[in-house]
Nanobody, 122 residues
Framework: QVQLVESGGGLVQAGGSLRLSCAASGRTFSSYAMGWFRQAPGKEREFVAAISWSGSSTSYTDSVKGRFTISRANAKNVVYLQMNSLNPEDTAVYYC???????????????WGQGTQVTVSS
């Protein structure tokens, strides 16, 4: 089992950047694929990005490709989401997810954090 705590959210102007962090507890962090989802008001939770346990493979939803970068530091039990060129459509609560593979991450199974709010003003 793994527990996840997100941080780094906040208010930013359009065009700005934020870096989200997700700290994981447990000694098996490096065996999990990790991912980020987001949920905007009135919308369903959607997949944003995922990274394999080794960091060698990543996956992104089309709307964030070229703007967001997912990375991980297994020695620190942390996964990051660097978000650049933010726009108001990126406003949402961002959730961290841990799963067995990128495929399982994209199916929204596994473990969840409590979320961190990202608000992008125009």
């Amino acid at each position: 089992q793994v527990q996840l705590v997100e941080s780094g959210g906040g208010l930013v102007q359009a065009g700005g950047s934020l870096r989200l962090s997700c700290a994981a507890s447990g000694r098996t962090f490096s065996s999990y694929a990790m991912g980020w989802f987001r949920q905007a008001p009135g919308k369903e939770r959607e997949f944003v990005a995922a990274i394999s346990w080794s960091g060698s493979s990543t996956s992104y939803t089309d709307s964030v490709k070229g703007r967001f970068t997912i990375s991980r530091a297994n020695a620190k039990n942390v996964v990051y989401l660097q978000m650049n060129s933010l726009n108001p459509e990126d406003t949402a609560v961002y959730y961290c997810n841990a799963g067995n593979s990128i495929t399982s991450i994209r199916s929204a199974s596994g473990y969840w954090g409590q979320g961190t709010q990202v608000t992008v003003s125009s």
